[in-house]
C-alpha cells in the first residue's frame, strides 16, 4: 500500500557535519512537510511545499537548515553545519489539497532519528 | 498560552475502561486531526474532523466547533492501544494546510 518512506531511519553524526534527510511522497500528494519532534518542543513544523514550491520554512534555522523538492517524488531536508541540539527526529508528511481548498490528512513518514554528538 | 492544549498529559486506564481525551484550541481551523504515535516512534492519522463525530472501530471523535473542543474516546480500552495521542490543527489558509500540535497525551492501558 501507498506510504511515505524516509531515509535515512537512523544517523549519527559528529558536530559540524553535513547531514541529509530524504523523503518520497506518496505518489499523488501535492503537499509536503517537515517536521521535528523533540521531548522539550514536542512536533514542530519546519517546512512545506505545495506542487513542489516552498510555502513556509519559518521554522527552520535559515542559517543552517534547506529543504528542497528537486522533483515531484524526492524531498530532501539539509543540515549544514549540524549541532548536537539539532538531535531530534525529523518526520516528512505528505498529503493532497484539491481544488477547491479540500484537505486530505496527512500521512507521516516512519522518521529519521538524527544524532548529533 | 499554547495555541492547542490537551488533556490530561498521561493517562493509565485498566483494560476494558472508556478513556476520554480531551484537545483545546484557540485559532480558527479548517481542521482538527488526532494522531497516533507508538513506542516505536511512528506517527499514524487516526481522524480528521472539522463539525460532528467520526467512529472508526473502537474509537470516537467529536468536535464543537463553537467551543472550540475535541474529545478522542477509546471504548473497551486495551493494552495495544497505550500509546502517545496527539491533537493537532490545520489553520485556514489558502495555500497550504501546517498543522500546529498539541503536546501529546501518553495513554498506558494495564492487562
Known amino acids: 500500500d501507498a506510504r511515505v518512506t524516509q531515509t535515512p531511519r537512523h544517523k549519527v553524526t559528529e558536530m559540524g557535519q553535513e547531514v541529509t534527510m530524504r523523503c518520497q511522497p506518496i505518489?499523488?500528494?501535492?503537499?509536503v512537510f517537515w517536521y521535528r519532534q523533540t521531548m522539550m518542543q514536542g512536533l514542530e513544523l519546519l517546512a512545506y511545499?505545495?506542487?513542489?514550491?516552498?510555502?513556509?520554512d519559518s521554522g527552520m534555522p535559515k542559517d543552517r537548515f534547506s529543504a528542497e523538492m528537486p522533483d515531484a517524488t524526492l524531498a530532501t531536508l539539509k543540515i549544514q553545519p549540524s549541532e548536537p541540539r539539532d538531535s531530534a527526529v525529523y518526520f516528512c508528511?505528505?498529503?493532497?489539497?484539491?481544488?477547491?481548498?479540500?484537505?486530505?490528512?496527512?500521512?507521516f513518514g516512519p522518521g529519521t532519528r538524527l544524532t548529533v554528538l | 498560552k499554547n495555541e492547542v492544549e490537551q488533556s490530561p498529559q498521561n493517562l493509565t486506564a485498566q483494560e476494558g475502561e472508556f478513556i476520554t481525551i480531551n484537545c483545546s484550541y484557540s485559532?480558527?481551523?479548517?481542521?482538527l486531526h488526532w494522531l497516533q504515535q507508538h513506542p516505536g516512534g511512528g506517527i499514524v492519522s487516526l481522524f480528521m474532523?472539522?463539525?460532528g463525530k467520526k467512529k472508526h472501530g473502537r474509537l470516537i471523535a467529536t468536535i464543537n466547533i463553537q467551543e472550540k473542543h475535541s474529545s478522542l474516546h477509546i471504548t473497551a480500552s486495551h493494552p495495544r492501544d497505550s500509546a502517545v495521542y496527539i491533537c493537532?490543527?490545520?489553520?485556514?489558509?489558502?495555500?497550504?494546510?501546517?498543522?500546529?500540535f498539541g503536546e501529546g497525551t501518553q495513554l498506558t492501558v494495564n492487562p
Open positions: 493537532a490543527v490545520s489553520e485556514w489558509e489558502t495555500s497550504g494546510s501546517r498543522l500546529t
Open positions: 485559532v480558527g481551523i479548517s481542521a
Open positions: 505518489l499523488g500528494h501535492n503537499t
Open positions: 508528511a505528505s498529503g493532497l489539497v484539491r481544488s477547491g481548498g479540500y484537505r486530505d490528512e496527512q500521512f
Open positions: 511545499f505545495r506542487n513542489r514550491a516552498p510555502l513556509d
Open positions: 474532523l472539522s463539525s
